[in-house]
């Protein structure tokens, strides 16, 4: 019997990262999975992954930056498998990543921070808008947003991005406290530096060795840690948990800011 043994579970950006690790390891434990993602190669290939080992799965292709792409994508869930125990809003709007104006804040552009905002806030608003009817009806469900740890301070880069996690943190509470009493609850990862296809298309060696030195681990993060943080927010062992803000990050925004210093100047020499 798995952990998630016949729930149902919609998860976006399932073609990649995260997303992909997530549903394969949902699936593992049994759960039928909707995998959604803007990229159809992309999803029909997690579906290939999860139906190999033999689980359960279906392809929805869908821009969670589109209202309508949205409610097809719970619709197209519902229609396959009757129902919806776990929405997990994990895509990302990476078309902006490197552009001047998410970096230089004399280039902030409104258009960029609504593409950036439409997708990685309210998609996850409005798939669960459409989802929680579901769920209500069913006796309750679990609603995980991937955050960031972007979102815990400013910074000198990615305005758009921060600002976006932020506000994703905020309708995590809100719909937490919504509908808690109904049973639904709503919980977020917040991710440090994690090794997935995205990220290590731009990190290069010095900039990895200069993660790790800024984490208190080991080694950077890997998209199965982040699944195994969502299979328990995912899971009936968290049902007590609703309105959270989990930190998955190997340590790197444990210390005070001025670690550094008192490592330099007040610890003994190792
Ligand atoms: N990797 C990290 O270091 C890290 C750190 C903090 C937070 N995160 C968060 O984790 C989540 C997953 O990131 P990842 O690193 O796995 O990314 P990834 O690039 O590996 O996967 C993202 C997936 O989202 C899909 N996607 C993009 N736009 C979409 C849209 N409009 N509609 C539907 N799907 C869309 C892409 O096709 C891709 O398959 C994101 O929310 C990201 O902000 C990642």
């Known amino acids: 019997m798995g952990r998630l043994q016949d729930k149902v579970a919609i998860i976006t ?64 869930t519902i229609a396959a498998f009757g129902r919806i125990d776990i929405l997990y809003n994990n895509a990302l709007n990476l078309r902006h990543t490197q552009s001047q104006a ?43 947003f991937t955050s960031s740890t972007s979102a815990m301070g400013g910074d000198v880069a990615q305005y758009s991005y921060g600002a976006s996690k932020a506000m994703v943190n905020w309708y ?19 991710p440090g530096p994690t090794l997935t296809k995205s990220m290590k298309e731009w990190i290069n060696p010095e900039m990895e060795a200069a993660f790790l030195n800024i984490l208190n681990s080991p080694r950077l993060g890997l ?13 009936d062992e968290s049902k007590f948990v609703n309105g959270g803000l989990y930190v998955a990050d190997g340590g790197m925004t444990a210390p005070l800011h001025f670690v550094q210093l008192q490592r330099d100047h007040f610890l003994p020499k190792e």
Do not use: W, Y
């Not at 992309?42 to 689980?55: N, R």
């Not at 049973?183 to 917040?190: H, Q, S, Y």
């Not at 195994?228 to 899971?235: D, G, I």
């Open 13 to 76: 950006g399932a073609g990649s990262g995260i997303g992909q690790a997530t549903s394969l390891r949902f699936a593992a434990e049994g759960a039928k999975i909707a995998v959604a993602d803007l990229n159809p190669a992309s999803a029909a290939q997690t579906v290939a992954m999860i139906t190999e080992k033999g689980g359960t799965a279906i392809a929805i292709t869908a821009d969670v930056g589109v209202e309508a792409q949205i409610k097809a994508m719970i619709d197209d």
């Open 102 to 144: 998410e970096n230089d804040f004399f280039a902030f552009d409104t258009a960029v921070f609504e593409d950036i905002v439409r997708v990685n806030v309210l998609g996850g608003v409005h798939a669960s808008k459409f989802a929680i009817p579901h769920m209500i009806k069913q006796g309750g469900g679990s609603i995980i």
């Open 172 to 190: 995590v509470k809100t719909i937490a406290t919504s509908f808690g009493k109904k049973g639904v609850r709503c919980n977020a990862i917040l």
């Open 223 to 235: 998209p199965e840690d982040i699944a195994n943080l969502a299979l328990f927010l995912a899971s």
